[in-house]
């Protein structure tokens, strides 16, 4: 039987200038920050001293824009293939998830552009697939209307099979580059992959050697039935917003349970919540740096932040005072976060002003604020219990809120054994304790 004690996973979950919808008006936060690669710089090495598995960068291929949008910080940032490419060069061994739609996208490219990731990075690349969730990414490719929900999960699952298909187009050892014999490659250690499917036709081979990872770590966040049956079949990392330890068993349960059917092992997938934390010295401190965020807050700034979460609906023309009304399922957002939100408004009894608010720093996920001692026991409880193999970090500013976690909250996790005190792997598979898999073409 192992020793080690078993780790929780971190994600550090970077987000320009913070999860705060109203964070960029506060004084110690860049306003800049999406295209500042100097702050992302310093937040990855913050992230990196403090031993997180992995960097999160979130993505749509829109820009928010009108008269909210104008409001918030949420329309100019770096694409983050690109940002965690600079990035990749400032760090050592941290990981770097970026996120990538299987809607309006070609698998070829997704495929090479995290192969060359995690080429460059030494093993550390990670994707976070997604359908797209907002709707807004049609009008950008051609369409007039969003793909709808049931089909934008029946292309990502092909998208994934092509990508991961073109990942294994060459043997490990395909490459000799023998200078005196003049062989650059082995042909017999390539393999076409020809796929002629419903949504793509792909011949292959990929244009960059297998990973050092051999295959790049697959992330994904959906939680709908038709997200959690994807992630079953293909994710080695699921993030997912949780509002109790209740709920996060039952999803952990649920999703756990799902893998016997595709063959696979209960630990060949993590699952990591969104965990949105405010730390201070005292519960009150803690309470009163929340506070000053939320007073920054605009009413129909977090009303339009609150239709965009619970699935791209316009909530303009209801009272602030009102209720949240009776919506139709979303057929372009995410479905589980429409139901996450729904049910807290119902249960708190929350007004449209009031909810927007509630969501303005986490957007739904689950909220820890308080000294070290209380979010390590949280953290703790979730992941001793059923609920979580770690946690996918979110906080109100940046760099500041990371600093704080970094300093405060990670040493207290280290005191109690439950996270590392250092890297001991290479690459994001190492740090997530999955394995590296075989191309199963030349094995
Ligand atoms: C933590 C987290 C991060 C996500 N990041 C993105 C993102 O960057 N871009 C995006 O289009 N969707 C993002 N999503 C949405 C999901 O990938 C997925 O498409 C959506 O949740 C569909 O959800 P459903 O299966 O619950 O309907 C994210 C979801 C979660 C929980």
Redesign the pocket.
Known sequence: MSTTPRHMSLGA?LMATGHHVAAWRHPDVPANAGLDIQHYRHLARVAEGACFDALFV???VAAAEGEIASRMARSDHFEPLTLLSALSGVTERIGLVA?A?TTYNEPYHVARKFASLDHLSGGRAGW???????AAEALNFGRDEHVG?AD??VRAREFHQVVVGLWDSWADDAFVRDKNSGTYYKPEKVRLLNHHGEHFKVRGPLNVARTPQGRPVVV?????P???DLAARTADVV???QTSLAAAQAFYADLKGRLGAYGRSRDSLKIMP?VFIVVGESQAEAEDKFAGFQELVEPEVGVALLGRMLGNFDLSGYPLDGPLPDLPL?DS?????QQLLSDLAKRENLNLAQLGRRIAGGRG?HSLIGTPAQIADQLQEWFENDAADGF?VLVPHLPGGLEDVASHVVPELQRRGLFRTHYEGRTLRDHLGLSRPNNPFFS
């Not at 976070?128 to 907002?134: E, F, G, P, R, Y």
């Not at 994904?220 to 709908?224: I, T």
């Not at 957002?333 to 976060?337: A, V």
Request: positive net charge.
């Open positions: 979950f979130a993505d749509s996120t739609t976070n697939l997604v359908t797209s969730d907002a929900h934008r999960y994904q966040a959906g939680s709908s038709a997200g959690l993030f997912t917003a969104g979303t957002g995410q479905r589980s976060r996920h996918n």
